[in-house]
């Protein structure tokens, strides 16, 4: 069965402070994405890891990529009230289009 | 450039009907996705439309269907509406290419009563 798996599902920090969150998929793909949605608000793109060893890194988030181990991480730095959201990770399962099987997303809570 | 729009942004229908749901991608783009996000399963893909041809399709029963238009506009409908069926619906746009990242417009938020 393709899975795509997030932890934690949720995660209270401090301002300031760093955290981790994993995407673990079950299936051999190439492609990973890690979307942001504010509450009642769509998603946005955030990154798009196309090989082993990728690492994309945008302000304060930093997401890589390790094909071998099906994983992915986003590390959050110095964490600030604005990346306060849900994020999800998404994995192409398709050779040429876009399937996209998606993680249950991570809310993140950071408290001032 | 004016981004991806969706209509109606809520709905409300009761169980038995049957809804259409617009989606108008960012200009020049070809693909559009659609896809289900609920509470309980998450966000799941629909399926994926590019030049007015369905590329690909997710798992779900023959009643939820689409189509795209030769504008790249693109309509989504669900028949005979179940109560499960009440979710936000997503649809995404890109310009095509498997590697082009997908915008997502504001959702319609469907209700069936």
């Known amino acids: 069965e393709l899975k795509v798996e997030q932890n934690p599902l949720f995660l209270s920090m401090q301002e300031g402070k760093n955290y981790t969150i994993y995407c673990n998929y079950s299936t051999t793909s190439d492609r990973l994405y890690w979307y942001r949605q504010d509450p009642g608000k769509s998603l946005e793109s955030l990154f798009v890891?196309?090989?082993n060893g990728a690492v994309k890194q945008e302000g304060r988030l930093m997401a890589s990529l390790d094909t071998k181990a099906r994983l992915s991480t986003l590390h959050i730095t110095a964490a600030v009230h604005d990346l306060s959201a849900t994020y999800f990770c998404a994995v192409d399962i398709s050779s040429s289009n876009y399937q996209l099987i998606w993680g249950a997303g991570t809310k993140l809570i950071i408290k001032p | 450039k004016a981004g991806v729009t969706q209509t109606p942004r809520y709905l409300i229908k009761t169980r038995g009907q049957q809804v259409t749901l617009s989606c108008s991608p960012i200009s020049g783009h070809r693909s559009v996705s659609w896809y289900q996000q609920t509470p309980g399963q998450g966000l799941q893909f629909l399926f994926e439309y590019f030049s007015e041809t369905q590329r690909n399709k997710g798992n779900f029963p023959g009643r939820f269907s689409g189509r795209q238009f030769s504008n790249s506009r693109s309509e989504m409908n669900v028949s005979t509406l179940e109560l499960g069926d009440s979710a936000l619906y997503l649809c995404a746009s890109s310009m095509g290419g498997a590697l082009d990242t997908q915008y997502f417009g504001p959702g319609t938020r469907l209700t069936v009563l």
């Open positions: 890891l196309l090989s």
